[in-house]
């Protein structure tokens, strides 16, 4: 079971993610100053610019992408995360192995610096949303409950966007 998810995932991951994951530099960590700018928010950790990839119908896994920045002066952990519409959310990481060969990862957890911002992006760390529920489809939105080792629980709803919408910048 954990290994067709896993396939089903690399072949989402090569059919959907690979024209934006190739030609991508590794760039997770960058200063708060740039990946959060314009945060008028005095909380202690931001959950900024998420998205969720729009499954296809019948589509039972996808991926979600935000940024976290970490307003205070002590590093942070995101250590889980869930959500209703899925039967599982886990942490990943994409490496690029070559040109046109992607694979990914589970990660445990994710460290954010003090006073920094990290992306999870497609080609880097984003979270697998694996067996959906079948109404995802066809919703606007859909609500992440992550969990930091130090601002506690943060919910976050992202919206969902078709790859038309991603390609259109
Ligand atoms: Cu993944």
Not at 61 to 68: R, V
Not at 87 to 99: N, P, S, V, W
Not at 142 to 168: D, W, Y
Request: charged share 20%; proline share 4%.
């Amino acid at each position: 079971m954990r290994n067709n998810i896993i396939k089903q995932c690399t072949s989402v991951l090569f059919a959907g993610f690979c024209l934006t994951a190739c030609g991508q530099t590794h760039q997770h960590k960058q200063q708060a100053d740039t990946l959060c700018n314009g945060i008028q928010n005095n909380q202690s950790l931001v959950i900024h610019q998420g998205w969720v990839r729009a499954p296809q119908k019948g589509q039972k896994i996808t991926a979600a992408y935000f940024t976290i920045c970490n307003q205070t002066g002590d590093q942070d952990r995101l250590l889980s995360i869930t959500t209703a519409k899925a039967a599982a959310a886990e942490l990943h990481e994409t490496k690029t192995l070559e040109e046109d060969r992607v694979s990914m990862q589970r990660v445990d957890d994710l460290t954010i610096p003090p006073k920094a911002g990290i992306a999870l992006k497609p080609g880097g760390y984003h979270i697998m949303l694996i067996d959906l529920e079948s109404d995802v489809a066809s919703s606007d939105t859909l609500t992440l409950n992550l969990t930091f080792e130090n601002a506690g629980p943060i919910s976050t709803k992202l919206p969902l966007k078709k790859s038309s919408e991603e390609h259109a910048h």
